[in-house]
């Protein structure tokens, strides 16, 4: 009989698939996961901590900088609890502008996640090819705002300019051929046999095991629970417009990939019905320009982050500065479940688990 | 002619502030009062554990941001009664944070968000205690907070009774003091560089260190100072 004995296996934080700073010490047995700790913090910069220290309005540019791959969610979260804590309550064009280009954001988000999971479990091509149409989404924001990553847009109490003519008949140019650059993605993937093997049956979390854990976003989706803060708490003018909540069944990687594959076409609809009923008007409502919320309004204000749940608790003391900003990322919380997802599995799994929790080290540790 | 001009201007200008008055604002006077005793979750709550809450409040009247604070004796009672009812099944606690208040005497203050994927309801709990107490951990009912309370131990410095594994998250074991501490500065007190030199003193002896640390993998004695 052949022995095997622990092994301790060090995974990172500069390992290309851990997607920026991830750290996971990795016991095993053979090549079988039987135990993990998650190691993060390697990119702490202490948000919490400046946000106590700068007045209100110049936290936006911090919020960028969180999960920066969609900058435009962070910025819409941040503005929206400032606005809950201070009454404020910003014009109808500014809501929907802000839909749209969160909508865009998500698409942008998704691909860049496509497109990185996809070439960690070796398909290269699709990582080219989402590229490709976030570049056409990434040239909508620099057009609109001069930004293309850190985006920096949304202020308190609306939005500092508005859409430019020349946005719409491209934006509608790309919705109508965005359609058919998914069923592309697909056809590399979906019915792919390698990826098949890969993605079915691994990292499964249950359903019940992900609420307790916390999970939100696509990856609690993918385990079969139909929960959308767009739906289950509408924010800005998400009860008017019609969209679906795609959900999985088994919550493995698969069920979470096709989740958020059908996440990007209920976005184009989403995007579609924004641009029908965005009505004519102000951009930006009046704020004071020393904004001074009521001493001791507390507020937890939550979105639908691309990730999942970003929600923003914001303590106010009455002075300019915020007297307690809390960050509720949601990469932060949904990596938690990894240990569980990859108890049992192989080294290579792990891979596959980490691309399909969709982490951003730059949420993570805050 | 200059006075036709005058009285044009100011009837716009009328015209322009009876448009913004009409813009409906939700003012936070104009909500209905809340009957905060007839709310199920409190009736229940006082009917289940009558000396638990110590508070009801709605902060800043904004509506759904209803606040129960708890006495921290009960709160893990509390908590597993609100999970497992199933009136209210809160079943995902969404945030826990913690918050310090130096002025008061129970200085540290926890706060849980929780929600109900089930019933679509949300909660704010709070606990507060003093600098010297520790709060029951909330990891037995829901597990998400685990990673939540090694966050408030490691940067508000709150310590939780009976946690599986209370080590700090976001900074390295070696920190001194908890950054989110109100008396703490912005710029730090310089434990970046100490870690540093500490290291490059003698480096294999910080990555022995560093090795045992990994190896016993188990929680620190946490009887550390908090905020000194």
Known sequence: MLETKELILNMGPQHPSTHGVLRLVLKLEGETIVGTDVVIGYLHRGSEKIAENIPYFEFVPYTDRLDYTAALSSNLGYVMAVEKLSNIRPPERAEYIRVILTEFQRIAAHLVWLGTHAMDLGAMTVFLYCFRERETILDFFEMITGARLTINFFRIGGVPADLPPQFFARAWEFLETFPDRIKEYEALLTRNKIWLKRTKGVAVISAEDAIDLGLTGPSLRGSGVSFDIRRAEPYSVYDRLQFDIPIGEKGDVFDRYMVRVEEMRQSIRIIRQGLEQIPEGDLISRVPRKLKPPAGAEVYVRIEAPKGELGFYIVSDGGEKPYRLKIRGPSFVNLQSLPLMVQGGLVADVVAAIGSIDVVLGEVDR | ?228
């Open chain 2, 1 to 228: 002619m200059d006075e036709k001009e005058r009285e044009e201007k100011i009837k716009a200008a009328q015209d322009a502030a009876a448009k913004r008055a009409a813009v409906p604002k939700p003012s936070p006077e104009a909500a209905p009062t809340l009957d905060v005793e007839a709310i199920p979750v409190v009736r229940r709550l006082r009917e289940a554990f009558p000396d638990a809450i110590r508070e009801v409040t709605v902060p800043g009247k904004i509506p759904d941001e209803l606040t129960l604070l708890i006495s921290a004796e009960k709160a893990l009672s509390v908590c597993r009664f609100l999970k497992e009812e199933p009136e209210f099944s809160f079943n995902y606690l969404a945030d826990l944070t913690g918050v310090h208040y130096p002025g008061r005497e129970e200085c540290l203050e926890v706060v849980y968000h929780l929600f109900s994927i089930k019933t679509r309801q949300r909660l704010r709990l709070k606990v507060r205690v003093r600098e010297e107490e520790a709060v029951e951990s909330v990891s037995s009912v829901w597990r998400t907070a685990n990673w939540h309370e090694r966050e408030a131990y490691d940067l508000v410095g709150i310590r939780f009774r009976n946690h599986p594994d209370l080590r700090r998250i976001l900074l390295p074991e070696e920190w001194e003091g908890h950054p989110l501490r109100r008396e703490y500065p912005v710029e730090g007190r310089g434990e970046g560089l100490r870690y540093v030199a500490h290291v490059l003193r003698d480096p294999e002896k910080a990555f022995r260190e560093f090795e045992e640390r990994q190896a016993s993998q188990k929680s620190p004695e946490v009887s550390q100072e908090g905020g000194e």
